[in-house]
Structures are given as C-alpha cells and as structure tokens.
C-alpha cells in the first residue's frame, strides 16, 4: 500500500502540476492499495491540482471505481452528451461540459474531449493501457474516416432527465490503439511511470491530437489490426478502400474467377475488401453458363442480398449460343464480355445491343497484330467494345502500353483488366510483371477512364492481397 504522501509524489514526478486540467482513465486494482482508498486516491490528485484545476472523467461505462466516484460526487458536472457523458469536479467542469448535446460528433469539435486539448489538459491512464483512451476517437471523428457511423444513445443526467441523440461518426467496435503507445513515447509527449504497481501515463492531450492526425493523414489505417483474422479490423478496412475509390473515375470491379471458387467464399471476399460489383465468369471451378439455370438464378440472388451487384458475365470461350439476353435483362446484367475473335455473324450479338446489353470483346488469346485486325473488323464503327487484357500481350511478346496502347489501341479500350503477366507466360502481382500495368492505369486516369477497371487474375492470387497491390499502384501515380 502506497501512503497518500507517496502517491502525491508520484504525480508530480509524472508532470501533473497545480491547475492542470486531467482527464483520467484508471484501474484502481492495478495500484495495489492506497491510503484511504480510492476516495483517498481522488482527493490527492484534487488536493494536488488545487482551486485552479480540474479533474474529469469519463462516465458512461464501465470505467472502474474511481470514475463512479467522481461521477457520484456532489461537486460533479457531467457534460450533457448521451452515451459519452464525462464528469467533472474543478475550475472548468462547467465549461467543459457545456454544450456536449450539440456537438456533431462524441468525441469531436466542441466536446469535452476537444476542449480539454485545447485547454492545455492532460490525458492520465493509471493501470490501463491506450485501449482506454477516448481522446484518440477525437483523431478519428475529425478526419470522419469511412469505417465509423451513426448512432443513437441515451443517458440520464443527474438530475434524472432522460436524453437522446443521435450521433454522427461513432467509433465502432475493435481498433488497435494498444499500437501507438511506441509512437507516443518516441514523440516525447507521454512520461510513463508508476503509481504503486500501476503502469501509469501522462500524455498532452493536444500534442498527442496533433501527432496522431498528422499520421492519420498519412495512413487511414494507423488504429486498425493488422490481424487478418480479425473481422473489425477486416470490416474497416474495407470501408477504407471503398472511401479511396470514390476518389477514381473508373468503377473498380472483379471476376468470379479472382474472388473464389464457392459463392459464399466469393461474398465473403469481396465483403472484407470492399469491392461492391462482380463478373461472372467462373464459379464451381465451371463457366457460370454451364451451370443451371435455376444454379444461375440462385447465385445471382444470393449476391444481391449481399449488396453486391453483378455488372456482367465474361464468356471465357468461344462456343457461345446468344441465348441468355433476357436472362440478363431480367437480372439487371449490363454487360457481356467475350474472347476476341472471328465471328462470321455479329447479328447473334444484336438482341443483348437491343436491350441495353455492352457486348465486349477481350483480348484473351491473340497477339497484337491479331488483335488490330480482329479490331477492325469487328469493333471499329460497331457498338461492340474492346475489354483490353495487357497480360495477354505480354504472353505474345508485347509491350503493352509501349508497343499496344499508345500506337494502336488508345482508342478503343472500354474496359481494362488489371492483370499482370510476365514474359515467360505467368501473371504475376501488380507491378512486379511486364504488363505495364503502372503505366496504362496512369493514363488512364488521365483520360478520367470512367470505364470498368476489372480484376481478372485466375483463383490462385488472393483478392485481398490484390486489392492492397491496388491502392499502393494508385497511390504511386
């Protein structure tokens, strides 16, 4: 047991000084006994502070003993914001609780968290590690990244009203804010220290605002696990990813083939990376055509109450029978991708061109002067469209964008997979081939390309890892 002389000691020696504004986060267990207990805790850190200062906590859960006993204290204020109230015994308590209703968001401008650092105030944690620490949601909620929504909590005051709001950018659920601890100490705002056996920190509320939005405008991701078993972490993620493509011209899209075998697996994958629309090539290890209809009608479904949308079907070979047109229709299917190659009657295409259908061609087996004379004469001055596949010249012997695109091919790409080959006929990652993938996204964004940007890539590359390929490309150009 620590005397409450010793603990005065101890909080001086963390910085805490005269009129200092706290906000305290503790396990009062961790400490492992003190002289009058856990009021005798808080009336030394409010002795310390004085008539200039202000001890506050958070008072809406389960915060430990000493929260309950400042939020029950007759000389507490607690701020008036449902489901994210602070308490507070001090100088400030009433300013720092004013007006929490009206904020926009828990923990943002204009809150008891914000006005806090903007007061000068100090962020306690006494046997508790950065999990507990709310002031980092305030980081999160100025920047509104895309993983945090709206919510509608309740409190009863002191008084024993009852009041309700909803909240715009709550926090949600697992984040690994237990991550940026090295970086606090490394910064030189945080003094850690003890408090009997409680690990203890003492952070500035404000420097710690600061550092943390300067790396949070660097990486979106900076209080996410890196767990990929972790389906929170999974989930923000993906909310991160779709945030980022609302930044692009082009609709991001990826086969059946590049996201599974089974559907449930290929729901799952496309959840967790935040892709929002498929094209059906393969699914069963089949061609999505040679399963049943009613197999057809069934995957279609179960993609859409999923909130995925299926933008297509891509024929992978060249016996094709147009019978499926109202099929298509009937699904809200608006695009048919087929091997580029001789048809002797482009008529077969006109009942999918008649109801709105795009009928691609792709390149998915012809080398470069192939691929210009099949152009030519089968989608120069039609209404087919050319689905350009850089890999595929790359297999033939081809720069694509050196050799393909800028001299021949610029202008007639719809649609462009994202697939990368190397010369000796494999694909390989995202940049790490021949395929020039670099180049023609480039330009293409150039071009504000408002086409499909499809992920086509055969199921031994995983999506996950394709996707984070992806924005590094993105974010290089």
């Known amino acids: 047991m620590i005397t409450r002389k010793e ?27 003190v002289e009058g207990g856990p009021q005798g805790f808080i009336d030394t850190l409010l002795e310390l502070l004085g008539e200039n200062g202000t001890l506050a906590t958070p008072a809406f859960g389960e915060f430990g003993v000493l929260s309950d006993l400042i939020s029950q204290d007759e000389r507490s204020i607690w701020s008036d914001g449902p489901g994210v109230h602070i308490a507070a015994i001090g100088k400030d308590a009433a ?19 914000t006005k806090i650092a903007e007061s000068g105030g100090k962020i306690m944690l006494v046997g508790v590690d950065q999990d507990r620490n709310t002031t980092i949601h ?83 991701a900076l209080f996410l696990s890196d767990n990929p078993n972790c389906a929170d972490g999974r989930m923000q993620r993906a909310a991160l990813f779709k945030q980022r493509l609302k930044e692009e011209s082009f609709n991001l899209v990826t086969t059946s083939s590049c996201s599974g075998v089974f559907t449930d697996e290929i729901i799952n994958n496309l959840t967790d990376t935040g892709i929002e629309t498929i094209e059906l090539d393969i699914i069963k290890d089949r061609p999505f055509l040679q ?85 030519n004469h089968h989608i120069k001055n039609t209404e087919i469209k050319f689905a350009f596949n850089p890999a595929t010249l790359v297999f033939t012997g081809t720069k694509p964008f050196l050799e393909g695109y800028i001299p021949h091919l610029r202008k007639f790409i719809d649609k462009l997979y994202l697939n990368d080959g190397s010369n000796n006929g494999h694909y390989s990652p995202l940049m790490e081939g021949n395929a020039e993938i670099r180049e023609l996204v480039s330009i293409l964004r150039c071009r504000n390309f408002d086409g499909d940007t499809t992920f086509g890539y055969p199921s031994n590359f995983k999506l996950s890892e394709i996707s984070e390929q992806f924005i590094k490309l993105l974010d290089s150009i």
């Open 7 to 33: 603990l005065k000691t101890s909080f001086i020696d963390l910085g805490i000084t005269r009129g200092d504004i706290v906000l305290l986060h503790s396990s009062f267990s961790s400490i492992g006994g």
């Open 95 to 113: 300013f720092l609780c004013r007006d929490h209703i009206h904020c926009l968001s828990p923990r943002g401008a204009g809150s008891p968290y």
């Open 138 to 220: 305030s980081v999160e909620e100025a920047h509104r990244l895309p993983y945090l929504t709206t919510k509608r909590k309740r409190m009863k005051t002191k008084s024993g009203k009852v009041l309700e709001k909803e909240w715009r950018y709550c926090s949600g659920p697992h984040r690994d804010f237990i991550g940026i601890d090295p970086l606090l100490a490394r910064s030189g705002i945080m003094t850690k220290g003890t408090i009997g056996r409680a690990i203890t920190r003492v952070i500035q509320s404000s420097d710690m605002i600061r550092i943390l939005s300067h790396e949070v405008e660097k990486d979106p």
């Open 291 to 375: 399963l049943s209809e009613s197999e057809r009608e069934r995957i279609i479904e179960d993609f859409r109450a999923a909130g995925i949308r299926v933008s297509g079907l891509r024929i992978p070979y060249l016996d094709f029978r147009p019978c499926y047109s109202a099929e298509m229709v009937n699904f809200g299917i608006s695009s048919l991708t087929l091997p580029l190659a001789h048809y002797p009657d482009l008529n077969i295409f006109a009942p999918y061109l008649e109801q709105g259908v795009s009928v691609f061609f792709e390149n998915t087996h012809t080398d470069l002067n192939t691929t210009l004379f099949l152009i």
